[in-house]
């Protein structure tokens, strides 16, 4: 049976043979058509197009009343598998403790992973379904979870089962991340190299050994891993087939990004600080630059110069990099007015880079970011809105009525 979506004011990043990313000035551009249809069959988009449609006798019908119909939100950098919360912390910022000084008291990842490793299996798996849920009513169809708050073997693989199982009981497309070096865990104190060779040879194999996980992650930053450890641990994922991804240059100029490059990294994530050595690395690379300003906002960092990056060719994918200690919130309508209020990005490329350019940045491209027959139904309905520029203008209030994930209507 079909789905048919008919009254649809503006259908928008709707293309028959999209381009893998979408870079520089093509960002500020979509295509949109309007008073259109589409329809779905099979979990996949059929067909599009303009005027009025004519049902079959046996097809659903969803009239979308004139609103808005868009892809899905992918967001490609979380941690929404945790087990209790950091609020406290939160007291401890506003106090005036930096990120680095929590970390040096034993809050922060080390506080979560204190916790993540007295939570049971079926608990964490409890605790982090109502978080996937409400990302999905929040516009989400395709995301990327982080490993990270175990920083031990057994805990590791506690977290990426609970990521699979997540893929498997809702709607959302997962892609799994291996992030064993995102800090070096207390036990290992003035023995950072001892941590590394756990890493590289217990942890990844154990990984690979069940399948759990897509990409390979390391914090490679200031006060966390170095860029010579970066590069062995990122090799020996590579070993295994487990894809690059970098955490860089959030708390300094780190050389992750150059780091992150040479290894072929699928995106390189946060770019807070970002000059003319990174963006030359990144020019003529198929890395993709992701940055979230959700961590920016919380912790009242600088943002990443995203203008920077676009004028410079480059493509932009916008994450929420939902977790507990530095963005607690997944809600992609809002990093999209990040993006224009702190990053100075015009609406088209909000849209582009928490769409085609954040599927890209998990190897979803050819399957999910835009309106496409043959990708996946994730879809967006708005309310009737009068562009969609006031969607990440109205922060605040979700403009979304209905979300459709794999051709089924969420409720």
């Known amino acids: 049976m079909r789905l048919v979506l008919k009254n649809i004011g503006s259908l928008l990043v709707a293309a028959h043979e999209p381009a893998p990313l979408v870079s520089g000035k093509e960002m500020a551009e979509v295509d949109v058509i309007s008073d259109a249809w589409l329809v779905i069959e099979q979990e996949h988009i059929a067909?599009?197009?303009?005027?009025?449609?004519?049902?079959?006798?046996?097809?659903?019908?969803?009239?979308?009343?004139?609103?808005?119909?868009?892809?899905?939100?992918?967001?490609?950098?979380?941690?929404?598998?945790?087990?209790?919360?950091?609020?406290?912390?939160?007291?401890?910022?506003?106090?005036?403790?930096?990120?680095?000084?929590?970390?040096?008291?034993?809050?922060?990842?080390?506080?979560?992973?204190?916790?993540?490793?007295?939570?049971?299996?079926?608990?964490?798996?409890?605790?982090?379904?109502?978080?996937?849920?409400?990302?999905?009513?929040?516009?989400?169809?395709?995301?990327?979870?982080?490993?990270?708050?175990?920083?031990?073997?057994?805990?590791?693989?506690?977290?990426?089962?609970?990521?699979?199982?997540?893929g498997e009981e809702?709607?959302?497309?997962?892609?799994?991340?291996?992030?064993?070096?995102?800090?070096?865990?207390?036990g290992f104190k003035g023995d950072q190299e001892g941590y590394v060779r756990l890493v590289i040879e217990e942890m990844i194999p154990a990984v690979a050994q069940e399948g759990l996980a897509d990409f390979i992650d390391v914090f490679c930053d200031r006060g966390f891993f170095t860029t010579g450890q970066t590069a062995r641990i990122l090799e020996a994922g590579a070993k295994y087939g487990l894809i690059p991804k970098i955490h860089a240059n959030e708390l300094d100029y780190s050389g992750g990004v150059q780091t992150g490059v040479s290894h072929g990294a699928r995106s390189v994530d946060h770019l807070e600080f970002l000059g003319e050595e990174e963006l030359a690395a990144l020019k003529n690379s198929a890395t993709m630059p992701t940055l979230l300003p959700g961590a920016s906002l919380f912790l009242g960092l600088a943002y990443a110069p995203a203008r920077e990056i676009i004028e410079a060719g480059l493509p932009v994918a916008l994450a929420s990099d939902y977790n507990p200690g530095s963005s607690p919130s997944g809600n992609m309508e809002l990093i999209m007015s990040l993006g224009i209020m702190q990053l100075k990005m015009l609406p088209y490329e909000v849209l582009n880079a928490v769409t085609r350019n954040g599927a890209y940045a998990m190897g979803l491209e050819g399957t999910h970011g835009s309106i496409t027959p043959g990708k996946v139904a994730n879809l967006i309905i708005t309310h009737p809105l009068p562009g969609f520029g006031f969607m990440p203008y109205a922060f605040g209030s979700s403009q979304i009525k209905q979300v459709i994930l794999n051709g089924k209507i969420q409720t």
């Open 47 to 166: 067909c599009y197009g303009e005027g009025e449609v004519i049902p079959f006798p046996d097809d659903d019908v969803l009239d979308c009343k004139g609103g808005m119909v868009m892809p899905a939100f992918c967001d490609s950098h979380t941690h929404l598998v945790y087990a209790g919360s950091r609020e406290r912390e939160y007291e401890d910022k506003i106090r005036g403790l930096s990120y680095e000084e929590i970390a040096q008291r034993g809050g922060g990842i080390l506080n979560s992973a204190r916790l993540l490793s007295e939570t049971p299996e079926e608990v964490l798996f409890r605790q982090s379904l109502p978080r996937a849920l409400e990302i999905i009513r929040s516009g989400t169809g395709a995301v990327e979870i982080k490993s990270g708050y175990g920083l031990n073997t057994r805990d590791e693989l506690k977290m990426l089962r609970v990521i699979r199982r997540l």
């Open 170 to 186: 809702t709607e959302l497309t997962v892609r799994a991340t291996f992030l064993g070096a995102h800090a070096v865990p207390a």
